[in-house]
């Protein structure tokens, strides 16, 4: 029997060996609250998180994106929320609109804005630099200009930085927008 035992563990060993590893991953549509048990990194986060205005989140390994859809209204609200997250860099992306998210059955959901958020597993890659869009240790706010969220409509807080893509095709006024605002404050 103890022979039995071994033979198969050692079999399992080699099969989990020479298997490719799979990520973890999670999704949810709508906007029900999630756990600030999961986000204490981020003091003040959950206001942002737990946002009414998100449609769809998804989770693979700690890499975690919330999706939102609503009018200036709503997006105020929630930059006035992300201002208030304690963390070291508050950064705000501006991107040209409309912006879709694929599930991960392939269903297409339509957002206006978007939380990232690097924890876990993923949170390895995290850096410091607040240049690094996609892998800052402090959560990322994306917004997605439109005819509806337009730098007129929006109010940024002063705590915020506020950061363009390069792959982007950024239109003149948009660029010197962010860097006037970024320009440090006398």
């Not at 959901?109 to 402090?138: C, E, F, M, N, S």
């Amino acid at each position: 029997m103890l022979r039995y035992v071994l033979v198969t563990a050692a079999f399992m060993s080699v099969l989990a060996l020479s298997c490719s590893a799979w990520g973890l991953g999670t999704e949810d549509f709508g906007n029900k609250p999630l756990a600030e048990a999961n986000y204490k990194e981020w003091k003040g986060i959950m206001p942002v998180v737990n946002d009414k205005a998100r449609v769809y989140s998804n989770w693979v390994n700690g890499n975690e994106h919330f999706y939102y859809t609503g009018k200036a209204k709503e997006l105020n609200a929630a930059l006035e929320n992300f201002a208030k997250v304690e963390v070291k860099n508050q950064v705000v992306v501006l991107r040209p609109g409309p912006a879709t998210q694929q599930s991960f059955q392939g269903t297409v959901i339509p957002y206006d804005w978007q939380l990232h958020v690097v924890g876990g597993i993923a949170r390895t890659r995290a850096t410091d630099d607040v240049d690094d869009l996609d892998w800052q240790k402090d959560p990322v706010l994306t917004i997605y200009l439109g005819d509806e969220l337009t730098l007129k409509s929006l109010k940024f807080p002063e705590a915020v930085r506020l950061a363009l893509r390069k792959e982007d095709k950024n239109p003149q006024e948009l660029v010197e927008y962010v860097a006037k605002w970024n320009k440090p404050k006398d």
